[in-house]
T-cell receptor, first 114, second 114 residues
Framework: AQSVTQLGSHVSVSEGALVLLRCNYS??????LFWYVQYPNQGLQLLLK??????LVKGINGFEAEFKKSETSFHLTKPSAHMSDAAEYFC????????????FGAGTRLFVKA | DTEVTQTPKHLVMGMTNKKSLKCEQH?????MYWYKQKAKKPPELMFV???????INESVPSRFSPECPNSSLLNLHLHALQPEDSALYLC?????????????FGSGTQLSVL
């Protein structure tokens, strides 16, 4: 079954610094990969998704992610962190085991320091 | 309208109670999902409905009983729950059940079982 692994349960950056959240996938076929964000006491919201059309995917709020097949990675980046980016970020994959379903990584909590 | 609405937002119930969680979407989506999320953990899939039929049950205990009365509504009936069932219950929908589908989430019902 396809899965994703997020490296680092917590990431702390200063406001204005680069944000890098890591995600690696395990798949023998081209995967469909997603990044979702969850703010406190809310549901999840899609940031971006990869569907093989382009390796560099741009999402909302200035985030982007690059699909690297050679590294089996789909890391999320943002050039300049803002205080409002503080949230939980989940990498996810659509896997087909008896029907398509979305499986989430363990999540990375992003802290932004003033 | 791109919202998934869940009611109630908070629910406290005893182990002998019967209660229901409700979820509604008016985006014309044909797939709906229930996820369970414990604190500081990723969402875990419970059920998937596709075209109002249960397509995936992730071996959820029978004290959780899903129902999809029509294409816009999804219920989760609760009976004889245990304290370890306390969690945030998230409803989601997607346009269909293909590999590239993104999920739209509600804000969840925070359930406490006493």
């Amino acid at each position: 079954a396809q899965s994703v692994t997020q490296l680092g349960s917590h990431v702390s950056v200063s406001e204005g610094a680069l944000v890098l959240l890591r995600c690696n996938y395990s798949s023998s076929v081209p995967p469909y990969l997603f990044w979702y964000v969850q703010y406190p006491n809310q549901g999840l919201q899609l940031l971006l998704k990869y569907t093989s059309a382009a390796t560099l995917v741009k999402g909302i709020n200035g985030f982007e992610a690059e699909f690297k097949k050679s590294e089996t990675s789909f890391h999320l980046t943002k050039p300049s962190a803002h205080m409002s980016d503080a949230a939980e970020y989940f990498c996810a994959v659509r896997t087909n085991t008896g029907g398509f379903k979305t499986i989430f990584g363990a999540g990375t909590r992003l802290f932004v320091k003033a | 309208d791109t919202e998934v609405t869940q009611t109630p937002k908070h629910l406290v119930m005893g182990m002998t109670n019967k209660k229901s969680l409700k979820c509604e979407q008016h985006m014309g989506h044909r797939a709906m999902y229930w996820y369970k999320q414990k604190a500081k953990k990723p969402p875990e899939l419970m059920f998937v409905y596709s075209y109002e039929k249960l397509s995936i049950n992730e071996s959820v205990p029978s004290r959780f009983s899903p129902e999809c009365p029509n294409s816009s509504l999804l219920n989760l009936h609760l009976h004889a729950l245990q304290p370890e069932d306390s969690a945030l219950y998230l409803c989601a929908s997607s346009q269909a059940t293909g590999p590239a589908e993104k999920l739209f989430f509600g804000s969840g019902t925070q359930l406490s079982v006493l």
